[in-house]
């Protein structure tokens, strides 16, 4: 334990906060495979997210092989790039009437989703979250059941070329204190 009380091998909260700021979009990435693995600790990551009743209403389909992914690549314009792996984040219809899930599953497989893309930045992996495809064309080409619905699709591997962050609205424009549009802290509260 080091003084604070942190284990001395744990990640400090500083590099995790830079871990989670210097994410971006990639939409460009090596050939290169991701590590088997590597992408076992993504998924495990992934499914560790919060959900809503812990009903867990969600199902995640990792596509790798290759004439899948062009497929895929052919029918969702939003998905750029040619990605080695591409995981199809769904919403599980099947488990939404378990018992007092009051969450709506799609928020639920967006937390998944993020945590997905946090974890694959931490990894030196590039991802990207999509949702400007075709879902009826993806539910045949993935053979999902009618209780499937697909929600986002997570290229990733690792990047080709910089990164490129995008732009925030500057912080006093979206965060208030205490009451909405109260943009400074008061002294002392
Ligand atoms: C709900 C949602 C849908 C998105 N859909 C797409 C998409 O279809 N294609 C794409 O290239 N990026 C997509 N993005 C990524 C955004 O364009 C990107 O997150 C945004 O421009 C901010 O950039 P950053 O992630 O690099 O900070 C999507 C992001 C979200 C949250």
């Known amino acids: 334990m080091t003084d604070d009380g942190r284990r001395g091998d744990a990640l400090s909260p500083e590099e995790f906060a830079r871990i989670v700021r210097t994410r971006s979009a990639v939409r460009s990435y090596a050939p290169a495979l991701i590590e088997e693995r590597v992408l076992d600790d993504l998924l495990d990551a992934m499914l560790s997210a919060p959900t809503g009743s812990n009903a867990q209403a969600w199902s995640f389909v990792v596509v790798r092989d290759a004439a899948a992914l062009r497929r895929l690549r052919a029918f969702s314009p939003g998905l750029v790039g040619k990605p080695p792996v591409v995981v199809v984040a769904c919403v599980d219809g ?15 497989v967006t937390m998944a989703v993020n945590t997905l893309l946090l974890t694959a930045h931490a990894y030196g992996l590039g991802a ?14 993935l053979d999902m059941p009618d209780h499937i619905e697909p929600v986002f699709m997570v290229p990733m591997g690792y990047p080709a070329g910089e990164r490129h962050r995008s732009k925030r609205r500057p912080r006093r424009e979206v965060i208030s204190y205490d009451l909405f549009g109260q943009h400074t802290p008061l002294a002392g509260a």
């Open 94 to 108: 099947s488990r939404l009437d378990l018992a007092s899930h009051d969450g709506a599953p799609e928020l639920c």
């Open 128 to 141: 990207c979250p999509v949702t400007s495809f075709r879902t009826g064309v993806l539910r045949v080409l």
